[in-house]
């Protein structure tokens, strides 16, 4: 069961940490058994918990070193091209991660409610998608062995993908078709063909229902999506449910929706006492607030 297997997710960050980083920093502290390896530039964060790692490199730095282990230029100007290079981490990583028996990349715009309740059921996979249709770009975990280390390497566009200054979603598009041949073929046609191809096999695809606003229809069919979802002690809901998430993805809001100003003032004032962690908040189309505004 994936419930004994050692976590760790790997995540470089480079420029200014965002101001939603508090609720990031503290989601992750509710999932103890978890480890994150954050690569940065950025100056460590007050009250880290102790299952975050924080490594400080520069831009340059890291763009140098995974050009030298991947044997292809890489060297973006911008941070945002890093998006290209996330099935790579396992190989670009392979000495920090070698205890480990999964590894995950992740991204930041997103605050986590109970990892391992939702993916203790599962039985030993190679990898695990958030999504049902692709790689999920934001979360995947991946088995810690050379096979999964370096299966970027059987797409034929990796090495252009990753040395276009252009971001082209290596890890969502090119990335997905090692592992998933027909993205919209039933998922128990997809079962039977990955018997054909070894890197299709042991491969979990499920949707979490976690990124929502966007293509992809609600827990329900709908596209009626909440209003509001709600972090306390560890665990994510929202208003118009009664399930638990693994985490909340809220891209489109933070792209879309929230006004320059997206946290509360009275969440303001409980972040400045960094003697009380945060034990709950709400986000909404309008940013993060306490859960009685």
Not at 25 to 49: F, G, H, M, Q
Not at 202 to 228: A, H, K, Q
Request: net charge negative; with cysteine; charged share 25%.
């Amino acid at each position: 069961m994936l419930q004994d297997k050692s976590i760790v997710i790997i995540q470089p960050y480079f420029g200014t940490w965002p101001e939603w980083m508090p609720f990031y920093i503290e989601s992750c502290r509710w999932n103890p058994s978890i480890d994150w390896l954050v690569y940065t530039d950025c100056p460590k964060p007050a009250n880290y918990p102790s299952n975050m790692t924080f490594i400080d490199i520069s831009f340059e730095d890291y763009k140098k070193m995974a050009s030298e282990k991947l044997g292809t230029p890489f060297n973006p100007t911008s941070a945002y091209k890093l998006c290209d290079i996330k099935p790579t981490y396992g190989l670009l990583h392979e000495d920090e991660i070698s205890q480990y028996d999964y590894f995950a990349f992740g991204d930041l715009d997103l605050v986590y409610g109970d990892i391992r309740k939702h993916i203790a059921h599962l039985k030993e996979y190679d990898l695990i998608s958030t999504h049902d249709t692709r790689v999920s770009g934001h979360l995947c975990f991946h088995k810690n062995t050379k096979k999964m280390r370096e299966a970027f390497k059987q797409s034929p566009v990796w090495e252009s993908s990753i040395s276009s200054e252009k971001h082209v979603a290596f890890d969502e598009k090119a990335y997905s078709k090692i592992f998933l041949r027909r993205k919209n073929w039933p998922q128990s046609i997809n079962n039977i063909v990955a018997q054909c191809f070894p890197y299709q096999r042991n491969c979990l695809f499920s949707e979490t229902f976690s990124t929502p606003n966007c293509r992809i229809p609600w827990v329900d069919g709908s596209f009626d999506f909440p209003e509001e979802w709600i972090w306390e002690n560890g665990i994510i809901t929202t208003n118009n449910t009664d399930r638990d998430f693994m985490y909340f993805h809220f891209f489109y809001w933070k792209e879309h929706a929230w006004p320059k100003n997206y946290i509360s003032s009275a969440l303001e004032s409980q972040l400045s006492d960094t003697k009380q962690p945060l034990t709950s908040w709400k986000i909404t189309s309008q940013g993060f607030f306490d859960r009685g505004e």
